[in-house]
């Protein structure tokens, strides 16, 4: 592009953002497409600040004011160090010109000048000049406390890649201006205390601060900051923005107080100043002021989670004091469950602290409160009580949220309490006379809650207790039954132990099952006994056989259908061979009754089908077969041809193809023997189709046929032959320039099935006219974003290296696979380290697992040619990712990698290197 003039620029500006309805939005369309390639040009820096000089309008100015920002965030690189100087005066002129425009023009501005002064490195008094610059007017001081706020935030923004080194040079000298920055708090609080505008600020600004813990003990303890902080928090009417600012700097100076050894007395003030506030919280939750009491309770919760090692391991010493808990608990009874789910996270480290002291007398200290905590939650649990009779709690609301939460705080801590005196007690609460039933259900809720860690051999309480739970009356509530069900799925392995409970327990399964608001609780309940007590199940075969047949017509959701196919498929896995066999015939001609139907019924709900079958050939298990007569042999030869006949007849259906792709795989993954006969029928239909219509999962069918047939030299001509006609298909999809952006399902799927070759049949591989294509297709994709599709490649590289150590069939195997791999090292590898380093340094997380991986092959292949490698890689990293690591880091680091005597040494020098680069 080339440089377009101001009048051009405002033109299109004007176009995009236009409230004219007469303006083509063809116009607008390429108006904003124009300005996209402007901001990504290198003219966008001039742009930006003539625009910002002429400050026109709002529209204009905060177009130049992003532009600005985000040129200085990604695209430092393009700028000349020489210009840098001039770009900062520009950008300070700019500020003092703007300091009474909109706050949005403002802060971009604010943020391009402080990541410019974190990147130069060369601006070392910058907090003396800002302070110099704008701390004189009260006009500007906005502008002063704008960017000191953005300052210490920035230092660990990663798309500066700042690196280490840097990061550390910048955080001790703004560390060094602490002292500067409090009196320039101090200063504002003096002479500007009243403008709620500044000091809302002015506390953000000290939060932000807070971060890099640079502040010394006697910079805050005992001062007039702090004072006016609690001081402020006590008031009534006080704007909510300035309150949620104090809230969010407090929780800052809390967190700093973690490092309690630095900050003993101001941890010890503010843990006092905070304990006092509770009166001011109990206000807040009279007058009803949610809000309020919202940002306490997040000051209480920072309270306890900084001084929670003090909490956990010395209570009741000054830092320890346990009336941090009882602020908790406070909390907790709040009447809005979103406040007591606040403190949720303090709970579950008391949790695991105590239980990693493993002190039955010192855990003891905690049992009242965590009595207290359960019986607040146990409240908030309770459903309304004038909830329909038929209904049941909705699973994806909130609420229905936050009692799964309660769930799994419950039995995390409930060892302290213990779990059967908490069912006992509960229990106890729910025979009492006239309780009502939202209580009743809530209780049961915290029984679920603690049944798995009930021990399955208990015979004091729940022998007594389940006969009274499940004997409820026909007109229990609905949400009552539900949660019984749920509770009675949580005890499966108890009732196997005590099989006298068995009869009772299906009784009430089977009445729940013919009331379509429960009957999906219902299925999930029998589906955990029938996991349980699958030895005793056997007798009840047919009966489940009857509810799976009835299963649609009384209502129970397709989930919990699936998972009773399971189940009575893993009942049916246990019988003789004969019976498996005419069992899953059955089975399977039940459940593929609707896809004889397939092209003649356009109604057919296909994938609720085939999603079925897949469950009861996944959880098919069976035992001591013959190769000649498998069991699943006859349902396999019946379900094929309608399964082709499906895939035939939706085949541009991406969703149909993929669960029926999905079916076959089960199938064979069931029984290759017994679908060894249909193989080439499948292998056709896949081909067929994959080169019609491109649709990744036939790819990884095809990963799957390999992983079965692959070891077995008949088929492998066969394969072969599927392997030239599925590669040469896909690769052209992986051509141009947004090929592998566009199709990382083909990628995922394409080397997940080359890394099979290369597990099962090497040769046929490494044979093949496409491994040099695919190969090079695999350099290209190794840094690329996509989770799944990079996990893919880097498997198969992983693979391909690890040939020469991988048993082989014959000499013959062996020195191919050991001439492949050091023909591949010699002419790529240093294509694949420059890959692997990139994404090392890009940040992806994800990356580095499999990455290691691949790097330590390489390693274990030929490690003195892959450390000169990664030496190279280092040396020319492009300037956009390249911090300032020194050479002496890089040499350690390839020693060090050098010296790894196994693949867990090499993870925590990646994530060192990563974070030199980061």
């Known amino acids: 592009m080339e440089k377009p003039s101001l009048d051009v620029v405002l033109q299109a500006l004007d176009t995009l953002y236009s409230n004219k309805t007469d303006i083509d939005p063809t116009h607008k369309a390429q108006a904003n497409q124009w300005l996209i390639q402007l901001t990504q040009s290198v003219h966008a820096w001039e742009v930006a600040d003539q625009l910002l000089l002429l400050n026109r309008d709002i529209v204009t100015s905060q177009f130049a004011a992003q532009t600005m920002q985000s040129k200085v965030r990604y695209a430092f690189h393009e700028l000349p160090p020489n210009t ?461 056989v009857q509810i799976i047949e009835a299963a649609d017509r009384l209502g129970i959701k397709n989930e919990s259908i699936v998972g009773l196919l399971k189940a009575v498929t893993e009942i049916l896995s246990e019988m003789d061979s004969s019976s498996v066999g005419q069992g899953l015939l059955s089975l399977t001609t039940m459940i593929s009754k609707p896809l004889t139907l397939v092209g003649v019924d356009g109604n057919v709900d296909v994938c609720v089908c085939v999603d079925r079958l897949a469950a009861v050939f996944r959880a098919c298990s069976i035992k001591n077969s013959s190769d000649t007569s498998h069991p699943a042999k006859a349902a396999m030869t019946q379900l094929w041809p309608l399964l082709n006949q499906v895939l035939n007849t939706y085949q541009t259906q991406v969703k149909v193809i993929e669960r029926t792709c999905r079916c076959v795989r089960f199938m064979l993954r069931c029984s290759s023997v017994a679908a060894c006969d249909l193989l080439t029928d499948i292998v056709s239909t896949a081909i067929s189709l994959y080169s019609q219509h491109r649709q990744s999962c036939y790819l990884y069918l095809g990963s799957i046929i390999v992983d079965e047939y692959g070891r077995q030299g008949s088929y492998q001509e066969g394969l072969a032959t599927m392997l030239g006609v599925l590669a040469t298909t896909s690769l052209p999809l992986l051509a141009g320039p947004t090929g592998l952006v566009e199709h990382p399902d083909t990628i995922d799927d394409l080397f997940r099935l080359c890394a099979r070759y290369l597990q099962r049949c090497p040769v046929v591989f490494l044979q093949s006219s496409v491994v040099a294509t695919v190969t090079q297709c695999g350099l290209a994709c190794s840094t690329l974003g996509h989770r799944d599709a990079f996990s893919s490649v880097m498997k198969y590289f992983r693979d391909l290296l690890h040939l020469p150590q991988q048993e082989a069939t014959s000499d013959a195997e062996r020195q191919l696979c050991v001439s492949t791999v050091e023909a591949f090292l010699t002419e790529q590898g240093q294509a694949l380290i420059d890959g692997l380093v990139s994404g090392f340094v890009s940040l992806r997380s994800f990356m580095t697992v499999e990455s290691c991986e691949v790097l330590w092959e390489m390693l274990t292949c030929a490690k003195e040619h892959t450390c000169g490698l990664l030496s190279n890689a280092l040396a020319r990293l492009p300037e956009t990712t390249r911090a300032e690591v020194t050479e002496d880091q890089r040499s350690e680091f390839i020693h060090s990698v050098a010296t790894c005597k196994e693949l867990d040494d090499l993870y925590p020098l990646i994530k060192r290197l990563t974070r030199l680069y980061h």
Not at 294 to 308: D, G, I, K, P
Not at 516 to 523: G, I, N, Y
Request: net charge negative; with cysteine; proline share 3%.
């Open 84 to 544: 840098h100087t001039a770009l900062r005066d520009s950008l300070l002129n700019h500020l003092t010109l703007l300091c009474e425009a909109p706050t949005l023009v403002v802060r971009q501005v604010a943020m391009a000048l402080a990541d410019l002064a974190l990147l130069m490195g060369t601006w070392t008094t910058v907090i003396d000049d800002l302070v110099q610059r704008f701390g004189s007017h009260l006009s500007t001081v906005r502008v002063l406390l704008d960017v000191l706020i953005i300052l210490p935030e920035e230092i660990n923004n990663r798309y500066l890649h700042l690196g280490q080194n840097k990061r550390k040079q910048l955080t001790e000298l703004l560390s060094a201006s602490s002292s500067q920055v409090v009196g320039v708090l101090c200063a504002c609080l003096g002479s500007c205390g009243e403008n709620e505008e500044i000091a809302t600020r002015m506390f953000a600004c000290l939060g932000s601060w807070a971060q890099l813990r640079g502040f010394s003990e006697d910079m805050l303890a005992g001062g007039g900051l702090l004072a006016a902080l609690f001081n402020t928090l006590n008031l009534l009417n006080v704007n909510e923005r300035l309150y949620d600012a104090i809230t969010d700097t407090l929780c800052s100076l809390l967190y700093m107080c973690e490092d309690v050894d630095k900050y003993p007395q101001l941890s010890l003030e503010l843990k006092m100043r905070v304990l006092a506030l509770l009166p001011v919280y109990q206000a807040a939750v009279t007058s009803e002021d949610q809000d309020r009491a919202y940002s306490l309770c997040r000051v209480f919760t920072e309270l306890a989670e900084s001084l929670l090692m003090y909490v956990v391991q010395h209570p009741g010493s000054d830092l320890g004091d346990l009336a941090m808990l009882d602020l908790l608990l406070e909390c907790a009874q709040h009447p809005d469950y979103e406040v007591a789910e606040i403190t949720f996270n303090v709970w579950f480290r008391i949790g695991e602290e105590l239980l990693r002291l493993n002190d039955s007398a010192h855990s003891a200290i905690f049992k009242p409160y965590v009595q207290r905590l359960v019986s607040a939650l146990c409240v908030h649990c309770q459903l309304e009580e004038d909830t329909d009779k038929t209904k049941v709690p909705d699973e994806s609301d909130d609420f229905s949220g936050f009692r799964d939460n309660v769930v799994e705080l419950i039995r995390d801590t409930v060892f302290l309490f213990g779990s059967l005196n908490c069912f006992a007690e509960l229990y106890a609460n729910i025979c009492k006379p006239g309780t009502a039933w939202n209580i009743t259900e809530s209780c049961l809720l915290v029984m679920y809650a603690v049944a798995p860690s009930i021990r399955s051999d208990e015979s004091e309480v729940l022998p007594f207790a389940v006969p009274v739970l499940l004997s409820m009356a026909p007109s229990t509530h609905y949400a009552v039954r539900a949660t019984t069900l749920a509770l009675v799925a949580q005890l499966a392995g108890w009732i196997n132990k005590h099989p006298d409970t068995l009869e009772t327990v299906l009784t009430f399964i089977h009445t729940s099952l013919q009331l379509p608001a429960v009957a999906s609780q219902a299925a999930n309940a029998i589906q955990s006994v029938c996991n349980k007590c699958r030895s005793r199940m056997g007798q009840h075969y047919t009966g489940l």
